[in-house]
Protein backbone atom coordinates (compact mmCIF):
# COMPACT_ATOMS: atom_id res chain seq x y z
CA UNK A 1 0.00 0.00 0.00
CA UNK A 2 3.09 2.37 -0.53
CA UNK A 3 2.34 5.47 -1.25
CA UNK A 4 -1.78 5.43 -2.51
CA UNK A 5 -3.90 7.29 0.13
CA UNK A 6 -7.57 7.12 0.46
CA UNK A 7 -9.70 9.32 2.44
CA UNK A 8 -12.01 9.06 4.45
CA UNK A 9 -11.74 5.26 5.48
CA UNK A 10 -15.38 5.32 6.74
CA UNK A 11 -17.95 7.31 5.72
CA UNK A 12 -22.20 7.36 6.16
CA UNK A 13 -23.84 9.11 4.03
CA UNK A 14 -27.94 9.58 3.53
CA UNK A 15 -29.75 8.49 -0.03
CA UNK A 16 -29.42 11.60 -2.27
CA UNK A 17 -26.36 13.13 -0.64
CA UNK A 18 -22.97 13.54 -2.80
CA UNK A 19 -19.55 13.41 -1.53
CA UNK A 20 -16.29 12.86 -2.99
CA UNK A 21 -13.87 10.06 -2.11
CA UNK A 22 -10.58 11.27 -2.29
CA UNK A 23 -7.24 9.12 -3.65
CA UNK A 24 -3.54 10.56 -4.07
CA UNK A 25 -0.21 9.01 -4.59
CA UNK A 26 2.96 10.26 -4.20
CA UNK A 27 4.92 8.42 -6.90
CA UNK A 28 4.07 9.95 -10.18
CA UNK A 29 2.10 6.87 -11.22
CA UNK A 30 0.61 7.60 -14.43
CA UNK A 31 -2.16 5.07 -14.16
CA UNK A 32 -4.91 5.39 -11.67
CA UNK A 33 -8.40 3.80 -11.15
CA UNK A 34 -11.31 3.16 -8.86
CA UNK A 35 -12.33 -0.06 -7.60
CA UNK A 36 -14.98 -1.37 -5.43
CA UNK A 37 -15.67 -4.26 -3.70
CA UNK A 38 -18.77 -5.82 -2.73
CA UNK A 39 -19.61 -9.41 -1.29
CA UNK A 40 -19.22 -12.29 -3.02
CA UNK A 41 -17.99 -10.39 -6.08
CA UNK A 42 -14.64 -9.55 -5.99
CA UNK A 43 -13.44 -5.68 -7.02
CA UNK A 44 -14.54 -4.22 -9.70
CA UNK A 45 -13.65 -1.65 -11.93
CA UNK A 46 -15.47 1.61 -12.25
CA UNK A 47 -13.24 4.47 -13.56
CA UNK A 48 -9.70 4.99 -14.46
CA UNK A 49 -7.38 7.43 -16.13
CA UNK A 50 -3.74 6.78 -17.43
CA UNK A 51 -2.66 10.47 -17.31
CA UNK A 52 -3.75 13.72 -16.32
CA UNK A 53 -6.63 14.95 -18.32
CA UNK A 54 -7.43 11.23 -19.24
CA UNK A 55 -10.25 9.31 -17.84
CA UNK A 56 -12.40 6.24 -19.18
CA UNK A 57 -15.26 4.09 -17.71
CA UNK A 58 -14.45 1.19 -16.12
CA UNK A 59 -17.07 -1.76 -15.97
CA UNK A 60 -19.53 -0.25 -12.98
CA UNK A 61 -19.40 3.54 -14.07
CA UNK A 62 -23.06 4.76 -13.27
CA UNK A 63 -23.66 6.83 -10.74
CA UNK A 64 -19.82 8.12 -10.33
CA UNK A 65 -17.91 10.89 -11.70
CA UNK A 66 -13.96 11.27 -11.60
CA UNK A 67 -11.42 13.89 -13.06
CA UNK A 68 -7.89 13.96 -12.99
CA UNK A 69 -6.40 17.38 -13.32
CA UNK A 70 -3.33 16.30 -11.68
CA UNK A 71 -1.05 13.27 -12.03
CA UNK A 72 -1.04 12.74 -7.95
CA UNK A 73 -5.03 13.47 -7.56
CA UNK A 74 -7.53 11.12 -8.95
CA UNK A 75 -11.28 12.05 -6.93
CA UNK A 76 -14.29 9.47 -7.26
CA UNK A 77 -17.57 11.83 -6.98
CA UNK A 78 -20.75 10.27 -5.92
CA UNK A 79 -23.36 12.29 -7.34
CA UNK A 80 -26.84 11.18 -5.53
CA UNK A 81 -25.73 8.79 -3.14
CA UNK A 82 -27.93 5.34 -3.37
CA UNK A 83 -28.18 2.39 -1.08
CA UNK A 84 -27.06 0.28 -4.26
CA UNK A 85 -23.42 2.19 -3.53
CA UNK A 86 -22.67 0.84 -0.27
CA UNK A 87 -19.76 -1.09 -0.55
CA UNK A 88 -15.91 -0.53 -0.22
CA UNK A 89 -14.09 1.63 -2.52
CA UNK A 90 -10.18 1.33 -3.47
CA UNK A 91 -7.77 3.14 -5.24
CA UNK A 92 -4.97 1.61 -7.31
CA UNK A 93 -2.10 3.06 -8.92
CA UNK A 94 0.70 1.88 -11.00
CA UNK A 95 3.79 3.42 -13.17
CA UNK A 96 3.03 1.43 -16.51
CA UNK A 97 -0.45 -0.36 -15.88
CA UNK A 98 -0.02 -4.12 -15.47
CA UNK A 99 3.28 -4.38 -16.61
CA UNK A 100 4.21 -3.13 -13.40
CA UNK A 101 2.81 -3.40 -9.31
CA UNK A 102 0.03 -1.90 -9.48
CA UNK A 103 -0.63 -0.98 -5.97
CA UNK A 104 -3.93 -0.01 -3.65
CA UNK A 105 -4.70 2.18 -1.11
CA UNK A 106 -6.29 0.79 2.29
CA UNK A 107 -9.96 0.93 1.06
CA UNK A 108 -12.91 3.49 2.23
CA UNK A 109 -15.82 1.50 3.29
CA UNK A 110 -19.20 3.67 2.71
CA UNK A 111 -22.92 3.37 3.92
CA UNK A 112 -25.43 4.82 2.21
CA UNK A 113 -28.48 4.37 4.28
CA UNK B 1 -14.53 -11.84 -23.04
CA UNK B 2 -11.87 -11.48 -19.81
CA UNK B 3 -13.24 -13.65 -16.59
CA UNK B 4 -11.20 -15.16 -13.63
CA UNK B 5 -12.44 -17.84 -11.89
CA UNK B 6 -11.36 -18.97 -8.61
CA UNK B 7 -13.94 -21.81 -7.70
CA UNK B 8 -13.04 -22.63 -4.14
CA UNK B 9 -14.88 -19.81 -2.39
CA UNK B 10 -13.23 -21.23 1.18
CA UNK B 11 -10.79 -23.24 2.47
CA UNK B 12 -9.87 -24.24 5.71
CA UNK B 13 -6.57 -26.41 7.18
CA UNK B 14 -5.02 -26.51 10.10
CA UNK B 15 -1.83 -25.30 10.51
CA UNK B 16 1.67 -26.64 8.73
CA UNK B 17 -0.33 -28.28 5.75
CA UNK B 18 -0.31 -27.07 2.53
CA UNK B 19 -3.00 -25.69 0.02
CA UNK B 20 -3.15 -24.68 -3.12
CA UNK B 21 -5.20 -21.82 -4.20
CA UNK B 22 -6.82 -22.46 -7.98
CA UNK B 23 -7.39 -20.00 -10.51
CA UNK B 24 -8.32 -20.12 -13.83
CA UNK B 25 -8.65 -17.69 -16.72
CA UNK B 26 -10.24 -16.49 -19.39
CA UNK B 27 -8.49 -14.48 -22.14
CA UNK B 28 -8.03 -13.77 -25.77
CA UNK B 29 -5.08 -11.61 -25.59
CA UNK B 30 -1.27 -12.87 -25.77
CA UNK B 31 -0.62 -10.73 -24.46
CA UNK B 32 -1.67 -10.40 -20.76
CA UNK B 33 -0.93 -9.86 -16.67
CA UNK B 34 -1.86 -11.87 -13.81
CA UNK B 35 -1.98 -11.03 -10.32
CA UNK B 36 -2.44 -12.39 -7.05
CA UNK B 37 -3.37 -10.24 -3.75
CA UNK B 38 -3.87 -11.03 -0.56
CA UNK B 39 -6.78 -9.88 1.91
CA UNK B 40 -6.28 -10.05 5.31
CA UNK B 41 -8.69 -9.52 8.02
CA UNK B 42 -7.68 -6.04 8.45
CA UNK B 43 -9.27 -5.34 5.16
CA UNK B 44 -5.70 -3.93 3.30
CA UNK B 45 -4.70 -5.70 -0.66
CA UNK B 46 -1.47 -6.87 -0.41
CA UNK B 47 0.24 -7.57 -3.56
CA UNK B 48 1.82 -10.71 -3.76
CA UNK B 49 3.12 -11.59 -7.37
CA UNK B 50 2.66 -9.99 -10.96
CA UNK B 51 3.65 -12.18 -13.79
CA UNK B 52 3.28 -11.74 -17.70
CA UNK B 53 1.97 -14.73 -20.62
CA UNK B 54 5.22 -14.85 -22.06
CA UNK B 55 6.75 -16.12 -18.56
CA UNK B 56 5.78 -19.20 -17.79
CA UNK B 57 8.46 -19.99 -15.20
CA UNK B 58 7.19 -21.15 -12.10
CA UNK B 59 8.17 -18.81 -9.32
CA UNK B 60 8.55 -19.40 -5.30
CA UNK B 61 8.85 -17.29 -2.67
CA UNK B 62 9.32 -18.34 0.84
CA UNK B 63 6.51 -20.64 1.49
CA UNK B 64 4.78 -19.65 -1.24
CA UNK B 65 4.62 -20.63 -4.85
CA UNK B 66 3.08 -20.20 -8.34
CA UNK B 67 2.31 -22.34 -10.61
CA UNK B 68 1.58 -20.61 -14.04
CA UNK B 69 0.47 -23.31 -17.34
CA UNK B 70 -0.83 -21.13 -20.07
CA UNK B 71 -2.08 -24.81 -21.45
CA UNK B 72 -4.78 -25.37 -18.89
CA UNK B 73 -5.23 -21.24 -18.00
CA UNK B 74 -4.25 -21.65 -14.91
CA UNK B 75 -2.16 -19.89 -12.28
CA UNK B 76 -2.39 -21.42 -9.13
CA UNK B 77 -0.94 -20.77 -5.89
CA UNK B 78 0.50 -22.74 -3.14
CA UNK B 79 1.32 -22.06 0.91
CA UNK B 80 3.63 -24.55 1.74
CA UNK B 81 3.60 -25.41 5.58
CA UNK B 82 0.56 -22.97 6.50
CA UNK B 83 0.34 -20.31 9.33
CA UNK B 84 -2.68 -19.05 11.05
CA UNK B 85 -1.12 -15.25 10.03
CA UNK B 86 -1.77 -16.72 5.71
CA UNK B 87 -5.76 -16.64 6.90
CA UNK B 88 -7.17 -14.30 4.72
CA UNK B 89 -9.04 -14.02 1.39
CA UNK B 90 -6.89 -14.29 -1.49
CA UNK B 91 -7.52 -12.49 -4.98
CA UNK B 92 -6.78 -13.71 -8.29
CA UNK B 93 -6.88 -10.86 -11.60
CA UNK B 94 -5.95 -10.81 -15.17
CA UNK B 95 -5.04 -7.49 -17.08
CA UNK B 96 -4.82 -7.44 -20.64
CA UNK B 97 -4.46 -3.58 -20.87
CA UNK B 98 -3.57 -0.02 -18.82
CA UNK B 99 -4.23 -0.91 -14.98
CA UNK B 100 -7.53 -2.43 -15.72
CA UNK B 101 -7.66 -5.25 -13.57
CA UNK B 102 -10.52 -8.01 -13.98
CA UNK B 103 -10.82 -10.25 -10.25
CA UNK B 104 -11.68 -13.28 -9.47
CA UNK B 105 -14.53 -13.29 -6.53
CA UNK B 106 -11.78 -14.72 -4.15
CA UNK B 107 -11.06 -17.62 -2.07
CA UNK B 108 -11.09 -17.14 2.27
CA UNK B 109 -8.50 -19.17 3.42
CA UNK B 110 -9.10 -20.08 7.19
CA UNK B 111 -5.86 -21.40 8.88
CA UNK B 112 -6.55 -23.40 12.41
CA UNK B 113 -3.87 -23.56 15.35
Known amino acids: NAGVTQTPKFQVLKTGQSMTLQCAQD?????MSWYRQDPGMGLRLIHY???????DQGEVPNGYNVSRSTTEDFPLRLLSAAPSQTSVYFC????????????FGEGSWLTVV | AQKVTQAQTEISVVEKEDVTLDCVYE???????LFWYKQPPSGELVFLIR??????QNEISGRYSWNFQKSTSSFNFTITASQVVDSAVYFC??????????FGTGTRLQVFP
Open chain 1, 92 to 103: ASSSQGARNTIY
Open chain 1, 27 to 31: MNHEY
Open chain 1, 49 to 55: SVGAGIT
Open chain 2, 27 to 33: TRDTTYY
Open chain 2, 51 to 56: RNSFDE
Open chain 2, 93 to 102: ALSEEADKLI
